[in-house]
């Protein structure tokens, strides 16, 4: 069974640029979440999304947004981009919801976004 | 606020000992723990997870422990591995019907041979 995917893998952008970050959940899970990790900030809750609607959003700027597929296959998108914004972005997939608390989120490796 | 803290970022042992890593965190709203381990270039790997109506559950060489009364929480690994070597995440759970998580700082183990 193939784990959660992300794409691109690294990626450099300038200031000012926008990026697109996707996922790919683990078959049959329904619920995506998105994470930032930062070794100033650590790992920070970016929004979660189940059948494609998002059911919770973290304490980030408008210019992070994100969207669910009808495949459960989600994408970030992050504009006007900012040098604070260099991060590894981190997917996770679930069956269901934590809250129903079946437990286990599976992370992607994540996408490393390297502004300049 | 919400915060989910670490005792020590840094934690060094012998191949064999036992490892105990710590986390304090704040939110006595907090209902369902998890501790993760996140290896160089990877993303973060579940270890085992613990409710709040539970004090100690165990897996395979891990046992997890929560005091609520003082709001921390435990990692124990027995017969430590140098495969072990990474870096330890808790993490809490106090929304519901979320998923959202709070994570900790980190520790990071090493395993020396």
């Known amino acids: 069974k193939a784990g959660v995917t992300q794409t691109p893998r690294y990626l450099i952008k300038t200031r000012g640029q926008q990026v697109t970050l996707s996922c790919s959940p683990i078959s049959g899970h329904r619920s995506v979440s998105w994470y930032q990790q930062t070794p100033g900030q650590g790992l920070q809750f970016l929004f979660e999304?189940?059948?494609?609607?998002?059911?919770n959003k973290g304490n980030f700027p408008g210019r992070f947004s994100g969207r669910q597929f009808s495949n459960s296959r989600s994408e970030m998108n992050v504009s006007t981009l900012e040098l604070g914004d260099s991060a590894l972005y981190l997917c996770?997939?679930?069956?269901?919801?934590?809250?129903?608390?079946?437990?286990?989120?599976?992370f992607g490796e994540g996408s490393r976004l390297t502004v300049l | 606020g919400e915060s989910v803290g670490l005792h020590l970022p840094t934690l060094s042992v012998q191949e064999g000992d036992n490892s105990i890593i710590n986390c304090a965190y704040s939110n006595s709203a907090s209902d369902y723990f998890i501790w993760y381990k996140q290896e160089s270039g990877k993303g973060p790997q579940f270890i085992i997870d613990i409710r709040s109506n539970m004090d100690k559950r165990q897996g395979q060489r891990v046992t997890v422990l929560l005091n609520k009364t003082v709001k921390h929480l435990s990692l124990q690994i027995a017969a430590t591995q140098p495969g072990d070597s990474a870096v330890y995440f808790c993490a809490e759970n106090n929304q519901g019907g979320s998923e959202k998580l709070v994570f900790g700082k980190g520790t990071k183990l090493t395993v020396n041979p």
């Open positions: 999304y189940f059948s494609e609607t998002q059911r």
């Open positions: 996770a997939s679930s069956w269901t919801f934590l809250g129903d608390y079946t437990g286990e989120l599976f």
